[in-house]
């Protein structure tokens, strides 16, 4: 699938009827949420991380593209890649190596280490050279730490988002902001808006009704099956 197919996913949405883009973990979730219908994919990284033995934010830069391969092999349907925070390496390598595992876009993060906020025009600059090295072959998805790490502040994120959507990202994703402030976000932001949901209904119809464009779910599934998986072998053991 192309870059092009997975655009025209993000344009044109009614309001209330967001893209919702179930995250797999390995190359089996992967054909399940195809197969169950879903017109993409996009990758937790920190739901991969887990898959492979890893801590959120540790995985080595040549197992997650080895991995974001597997994925793109498995399925018929475009898959965006989280890349955490680009791995250290340069624009030109970072998007050269992920068109090599055959995924269509990215994320990428504003915070280094989960605790530490980048400095946001020299992020917004270093986002501006991918999508340089990039031109329409990636779908780039700028993702917004402030409610993670940063003041919670919307005004902040919104000050963000719009260098980053200046920069040539595509989407903006304000991690963890919570489902009150996206109108304001919806207000001060003009591009698409990915939101966080939980895996369930409820929390996706919430963020659907607000006004996100597109729903991802982080780690959320791959926590939710190992879940399910230990309540089985909790039944089984006893």
Known sequence: MTVSTFRALHRGRAA???LVLPGPWDAGSARV????????????SAGIAASLGYDDGSTPADEMFAAVARIVRAVDVPVSADLEGGYGLAPGELVGRLLETGAVGCNLEDSQGHSTLKDPRRHADWLAEVR???GDALFVNARVDTFLVGTGDPAD??????LYLAAGADCVYPLLAPPEVLPALREGIEGPINMAARPDRESVAELA?????RITFGPGMQ?????????????LHD
Do not use: K, Q
């Open 223 to 235: 926590r939710w099956a190992m879940g399910a998986i230990g309540d089985l072998a909790a039944g």
């Open 33 to 44: 949420l195809a197969d169950a219908g879903f017109p993409a994919l996009a990758t937790p």
């Open 209 to 213: 009704r607000l006004g996100a464009t």
């Open 157 to 162: 994120a919104v000050a963000r988002a719009r």
């Open 132 to 134: 340089a090295e990039a």
């Open 16 to 18: 209330g009827n967001p």
